[in-house]
């Protein structure tokens, strides 16, 4: 079989190229409502963030004063008045699981509201881009000194402004272990050099991760790299509320005097390009909803101030339910986003969450500060004593959660003739009940030893834990009494 013959004077095959290059996103300042909205949402996070760990909270003088803390050497939670131990880490998973229902509902009620306005990506991002602003100007400014050749006055602008970045992402850092730690404490021992490891660390990886990701890659973590627009994208369906661009209004598009011209031949979108210059992702959100649009609403206050200055109906770009886009399109009157949210799945999510704050505030209500835990002995699992009686040991945890020491008794229960002791008490000291005194904010580790009569019979019995104050709590631990058997 013949080859084929080789094709003469090929030109030149241009490489295919896996992805497309990422192009520098400029956005616009813009003034409105949802920025007005993003501005408030931003303060008080970063507000929240960076504040926080300087609050003091009054919790006595056993415990720290600290108002949020996380104490992994005491594995304490502490959030102003509510302090959670280990064991009651079901606090914990319940806050988690409604913060996963939460984006549930937020995300089926008002689509990607939380990437748009609350995500630290976003937030730290919006910071950053407002410094771009602040130093090298606002769009074309910064547009045209990308372009211009490197010299002195960019290269000063372009360190100044890294410099700032860095400083904001060595606080980001810093924040975030004040939150491990006592802040006023850290931060002393942090600049002396006293700090453990751990801490610098994590303040280095916190500064370049904040540094790389809010100053340079932005808009690419939000399309390429998180997965949570993916995840949305099922949570969402036509009666979710998006920002939309309302092609059957806008096109034709053309410009102000074409439209003058020939009005029956344009719609209302002037094509000024607007709505991309002030996006943050840099998308055209005239091409429909896409994982780019992250619904922060900027584009709509551009197109409103733009529609407010040639004299037509705002609205052209708005947050509108898919199903309600076709409904205007087929002439009904718009519907208002109120109306839109209260819908039987966004009732059921917001259901849901509810019963589980609740559910939670009830448990953190009517919780003991007193807990009891028992270990009874395996190996031997009972001794004979010279007086015939017989004896088990067992390994007692008096939990106080109070921030105050406290006076506990333990007491037998449904052990008859049964004494105990500890390695704190003698045996001549012997009683069914026995009191110790706990720290504050402690677990008392106490050995103890229980002694029955000789008759005994192997079965269950109880220990009980009261604390000895106004409060009166109690405990009790089921657990057995090994003993020889009836012959």
Known sequence: MNSPAPV?????????????????????????????????????????????????????????????????????????????????????????????????????????????????????????????????????????????????????????????????????????????ADAPTLVREFWAGEAAPAAYITVAVLTLTTFVLGGFMREQVCIYMCPWPRIQTALMDEKSLLVTYKDWRGEKRGSLKKAEKNPELYGDCIDCNLCVAVCPTGWDIRKGPDISCITCGLCIDACDKVMKDVNRPRGLIDYATLEDCEAERAGEPARSPMKAIMRPRTLIYFGIWAAIGFALLFALGTRSHT?????????????????????????????????????????????????????????????????????????????????????????????????????????????????????
């Open 8 to 180: 003469k004077n090929r030109p030149p095959q241009p490489a295919k190229q896996l992805y497309e290059q990422s192009k520098t996103v400029h956005n616009k300042r813009i003034d409105g409502p949802f920025r007005r909205f993003k501005w408030a949402i931003m303060v008080l996070t970063l507000g929240i963030y960076y504040i926080t760990p300087w609050i003091r909270w009054d919790r006595g003088p056993y415990a720290p004063d600290q108002a949020v803390l996380i104490d992994l050497a005491h594995r304490r939670f502490y959030m102003f008045g509510i302090e959670i131990w280990p064991h009651e880490f079901y606090f914990v998973a319940g806050l988690l699981i409604m913060a996963g229902i939460g984006l549930f509902l937020v995300t089926s009620a008002v689509g990607r509201a939380w990437c748009g306005y609350s995500c630290p990506q976003t937030v730290w991002t919006d910071l950053f881009q407002h410094i771009d602003r602040f130093i090298d100007g606002d769009r074309n400014a910064r547009m045209r000194l990308d372009k211009a050749p490197w010299g002195p006055k960019k290269i000063a602008r372009r360190l100044l402004k890294w410099a700032i970045y860095l400083v904001i992402a060595f606080w980001t850092g810093g924040a975030w272990i004040m939150y491990f």
């Open 371 to 487: 807990d009891l835990s028992v270990s009874p002995d395996r190996n031997p699992p009972f001794m004979l004593l010279s007086d015939g009686s017989i004896r088990n040991a067992y390994t007692l945890r008096l939990r106080n959660m109070e921030s105050r020491p406290r006076d506990m008794r333990v007491a037998i229960v449904d052990l008859p003739g049964a004494v105990m002791w500890s390695d704190t008490i003698a045996a001549e000291n012997a009683a069914p009940a026995q009191t110790f005194t706990v720290p504050a904010d402690q677990t008392l580790t106490v050995r103890a030893y229980v002694s029955a009569p000789a008759d005994t019979l192997p079965g269950d019995f109880a220990f009980t834990l009261t604390s000895l104050d106004e409060q009166g709590e109690s405990d009790r631990t089921e657990t057995s009494f090994n003993a020889p058997g009836a012959e």
